[in-house]
């Protein structure tokens, strides 16, 4: 009887320490894999694997911008990104504004950084990656890092990118994926898309938006239209506006804009209507309580990782030097803003982290289309093409 009370005894406490380990194994699997879905690219403050990593620091940094400055936009969230990551690791951080909007100003703008003694240049855009491809083997102690574009001559039948530059490009369909998600759970199905130019980043938010609608549809069992039209020009005006204001008043319940100042467009439709509308690329909530979100490229996030990854080791590394990198859910650098309070009631912010951990981990997928001549098969999304 002895025996086999100590038997049990210890079969017991075997059975014990196997579950207990078997949960603290659960849990670490669980810590991997556990993501913050962002929220707020303006908060964001970078945290490397390595804590202890020191960087040399004491070298400068140069952003170049168009000539808008770092006042808004894109460019004020990386100008926040090189700012917070010179004042983390101790360097120097500047910024240069173009002239104009010609890729001559943005040559002058990135020949004037090179020249001040910058380790390391950071610019976005098309014009910026039509001049930085005249002169990116110019300086050979500068290195580059553009964001939404390669380098290109001026009518785009040549790319090159040199050893010294590195590039960035957002995966906007997954952007424009959590877009139409979150208006399709929240409840509207008579939906919109404007764009400025049916080019490929713009395309890929539209296409995104698509998909993000039909999974939603199909979840929800409702059936959503969408319209799409791109207005072949970056400056919006009374008839695009009043366009838009047509779309809401003839049935259109909300619209994603992309693009140039067609933010400002769709802010003023909004306010006439009392409709509703959802944003790209940065946070554009501001403008107004019926911008009930943007869906966002987290410049804020994604230059201080580009950062550190140069200034670890001084220079671009074997995957970087030369080459072009897509960033999105893996990286959590796109994401969706829905205002400094919470705007979406029917998609909440638990909802968001759930379909986010989804996308990143690959259980969902969001297919990548450039232009909209082939498309997904979406039977609970009817979609028109206006011209």
């Known amino acids: 009887m002895k025996k086999f009370l100590a038997l049990f005894l210890t079969l017991t406490l075997l059975a014990g320490l196997t579950a207990c380990k078997g949960r603290e194994a659960i849990a670490e699997a669980q810590a991997v894999h556990v993501v913050t879905a962002p929220t707020d690219d303006a908060t964001f403050v970078y945290e490397p694997e390595d804590p202890t990593q020191v960087l040399p620091g004491g070298q400068t940094i140069a952003l170049v911008t168009g000539p808008g400055g770092t006042d808004s936009g894109e460019d004020a969230m990386l100008w926040q990104g090189v700012q917070t990551f010179a004042n983390t690791y101790h360097y120097t951080a500047v910024s240069q504004t173009a002239a104009g909007s010609t890729a001559d100003d943005a040559e002058a703008a990135l020949r004037a950084a090179a020249e001040s003694g910058a380790k390391l240049v950071v610019c976005r855009g098309e014009v910026m990656g039509q001049a930085l491809y005249r002169i990116q083997e110019n300086y050979p102690d500068v290195h580059y890092l553009l964001f939404d574009d390669e380098p290109h001559n001026d009518d785009y039948s040549a790319y090159k990118t040199a050893n010294l530059v590195h590039c960035v490009l957002f995966q906007e369909e997954q952007a424009g994926y959590l877009a139409g998600y979150a208006a399709v759970t929240e409840g509207y199905t008579a939906l919109g898309f404007v764009g400025t130019r049916e080019v490929p980043g713009i395309v890929r938010y539209a296409t995104g938006f698509?998909?993000?609608?039909?999974?939603?549809?199909?979840?929800?069992?409702?059936?959503?239209?969408?319209?799409?039209?791109?207005?072949?020009?970056?400056?919006?005006?009374?008839?695009?506006?009043?366009?838009?204001?047509?779309?809401?008043?003839?049935?259109?319940?909300?619209?994603?804009?992309?693009?140039?100042?067609?933010?400002?467009?769709?802010?003023?439709?909004?306010?006439?209507?009392?409709?509703?509308?959802?944003?790209?690329?940065?946070?554009?909530?501001?403008?107004?309580?019926?911008?009930?979100?943007?869906?966002?490229?987290?410049?804020?996030?994604?230059?201080?990782?580009?950062?550190?990854?140069?200034?670890?080791?001084?220079?671009?590394?074997?995957?970087?030097?030369?080459?072009?990198?897509?960033?999105?859910?893996?990286?959590?650098?796109?994401?969706?803003?829905?205002?400094?309070?919470?705007?979406?009631?029917?998609?909440?912010?638990?909802?968001?982290?759930?379909?986010?951990?989804?996308?990143?981990?690959?259980?969902?997928?969001?297919?990548?289309?450039?232009?909209?001549?082939?498309?997904?098969?979406?039977?609970?999304?009817?979609?028109?093409?206006?011209?």
């Open 210 to 387: 698509l998909q993000g609608a039909e999974a939603a549809a199909e979840q929800q069992g409702e059936r959503v239209s969408l319209q799409t039209w791109f207005t072949d020009t970056d400056t919006v005006n009374d008839a695009i506006t009043q366009r838009m204001i047509d779309w809401y008043n003839n049935g259109t319940t909300l619209i994603m804009v992309s693009g140039g100042d067609l933010y400002t467009g769709v802010a003023n439709a909004v306010n006439q209507t009392g409709a509703k509308a959802i944003t790209t690329d940065c946070d554009r909530t501001d403008q107004g309580d019926r911008i009930l979100a943007s869906a966002v490229k987290c410049y804020n996030a994604a230059v201080q990782r580009e950062l550190y990854t140069f200034f670890v080791q001084g220079t671009w590394d074997a995957q970087s030097a030369g080459q072009t990198e897509k960033t999105g859910f893996t990286n959590g650098e796109v994401a969706l803003q829905a205002g400094s309070q919470w705007r979406l009631d029917n998609f909440s912010q638990e909802s968001y982290r759930k379909l986010y951990e989804k996308l990143r981990t690959s259980a969902l997928r969001v297919d990548t289309y450039s232009d909209l001549d082939t498309l997904p098969d979406t039977p609970n999304v009817t979609l028109t093409r206006l011209r």
